[in-house]
T-cell receptor, first 114, second 113 residues
């Protein structure tokens, strides 16, 4: 069974530029999560999708971050414009359903904003 | 929102020693997950606990969820260098569907040969 795929693996951009990350969850997984993990901290949930609907985006900085999951499969997370403090690893995860089941994580995208 | 506190923040042990990592929640836990993360990589699922008093083991790693369902512990017996990494506890915030999966700050484990 293929795991959660993320791309790119690494990205370096200058502040005020835009960047997009892509995630392909495990086939059949209805729930998709995007997390931001700053070095030395635990993952922080940015947004949670159930199929193509948003379940929770309370911690997403909506003035600069956006995410979509068209057709309830792949998802993209965009930052526009990027700030230095956005430097982090962005993790995508998926699960069969929300809650009471394990989530499977991709390798993450390491973003460096200079 | 649910907060998870892990202790210790970091741990250095000699190979062959036993160790315990704790995870304490500010609210009742309806689902508690343990993950392991190697530096710069994604999280690897270890175990899920749902019932108070539940205990699960995989190879030399045992996790328990206490009866009051607000604390979990992860115990490693006879540690090996392959156990090194960051251990994260995660939790479902609510009993019903649609719950948010949140994480603690992690425990950095170093095992010296």
């Amino acid at each position: 069974e293929a795991g959660v795929a993320q791309s790119p693996r690494y990205k370096i951009i200058e502040k005020r530029q835009s960047v997009a990350f892509w995630c392909n969850p495990i086939s059949g997984h209805a729930t998709l999560y995007w997390y931001q993990q700053i070095l030395g901290q635990g993952p922080k949930l940015l947004i949670q999708f159930q199929n193509n609907g948003v379940v929770d985006d309370s911690q997403l900085p909506k003035d600069r971050f956006s995410a979509e999951r068209l057709k309830g499969v792949d998802s993209t997370l965009k930052i526009q414009p990027a700030k230095l403090e956005d430097s982090a690893v962005y993790l995508c995860a998926s699960s069969l359903r929300p809650g009471r089941t394990e989530a499977f994580f991709g390798q993450g995208t390491r973003l460096t904003v200079v | 929102s649910q907060e998870l506190e892990q202790s210790p923040q970091s741990l250095i042990v000699q190979e062959g020693k036993n160790l315990t990592i704790n995870c304490t929640s500010s609210k009742t836990l309806y689902g508690l997950y343990w993950y392991k993360q190697k530096y710069g990589e994604g999280l690897i699922f270890l175990m899920m606990l749902q019932k108070g008093g539940e205990e699960k083991s995989h190879e030399k790693i045992t996790a328990k969820l206490d009866e009051k369902k607000q604390q979990s512990s992860l115990h490693i017996t006879a540690s090996q260098p392959s156990h090194a990494g960051i251990y994260l506890c995660g939790a479902d915030g609510r009993e019903t569907s649609g719950s948010r999966l949140t994480f603690g700050e992690g425990t950095q484990l170093t095992v010296n040969p």
